[in-house]
């Protein structure tokens, strides 16, 4: 077979790949041992850097069945290899056992923990989900998850913002797992995904909102910039973003880079993407230049030493907006960690910047 036909095979199915979401979610991280000392419980993994993380995180197998509040008690070394131990300070679902595939995330929270917020379950449109939790006010923060993640990622500052006076609705991806979305798995970038975001700032605005700003983490930024580019800011009072995905064409290639796919396939793979994204009225660069260019007064946590994304446009957006961005780099916190590694300071910024943008 010709090789130009091969190449052009591969990159459809990669680019296939790149607009779909595993029906299943594995880690990369083997549970070695699991033990109990006294009411303790504690695991064992390989210590790398995906596992040597500062601060409580949420430890993640079987496609979220198990899920733990966890932190770092120590690291050791034996017969030449590196170990990490872990202490669960709170389980949320199941448990972990030897030779369970774990993940870590920043995520921190489950439903069950809002259950005094009195969180509900509300359909922003046909069989997308978001939670919302009241408050006396009128003011809303509107939260949009990251890529493969789920409302839950967002929940973490539900509480805080709910005892500051701010209503929370968290938003569900229609790709989303059931019963938050339609389980589809397909994932457009939020190029379709963004008409979700409009309906619920729609809602706000019919409740009675006064301002609405828009939280997004990681990919949940293409959702907004999506929306940026259709309906403009008028509606949206400020922008906080987590760990942002600010140019998606860099992103998917250093995703195919990582899997070692050749320049070639890759400049087709983009290609084919470029079409598929042209064909629901956008592009990798409207997606970049609506960020740079017409992002409202937006305040962006990031980590320098993102494992996953190259953060240089989020300090070239700050340049081009010096007066409309306002950035907080956690330098050694990974991607979407930058809440765990100072909470503290996070929710302090978080709620100077609220204050501050009317």
Known sequence: MNLGIVDRLVARIITKRVFRLPRTIEGNLDILQAYRIANSHFVIIPACEASLLEGMMSMFADTRRKHAVVELTETYTQGGESFAVYRVIEALAGQFEV??????SGWLNSPSNLSDLRAKKIEVTPNVYAQFVDADSDDWVIHVHGWNASVDETSRTFRFLNQAGYKNLALAWPSDFYPWGTGDRVCNYGATESQVLSEAINFATAEGARRIFIFGYSMGTTLIANHLVTHGSASITGVILDSPLVDLRHTLTASMLRLKVSERRIELSLAIGQKKLAAMSTSFEQLSYTLLETMP???VFYATKDEFLDMSPV????????????TVDVQSAG???TFNQNPERYLAELLSFLKAVQ
């Open 335 to 337: 991607h979407c960690r």
């Open 315 to 326: 300090t070239q957006m700050a340049l081009v907006r010096a007066d409309e961005v306002q």
């Open 297 to 299: 007064k937006t305040l």
């Open 99 to 104: 030779g369970d595939r774990v993940w870590l």
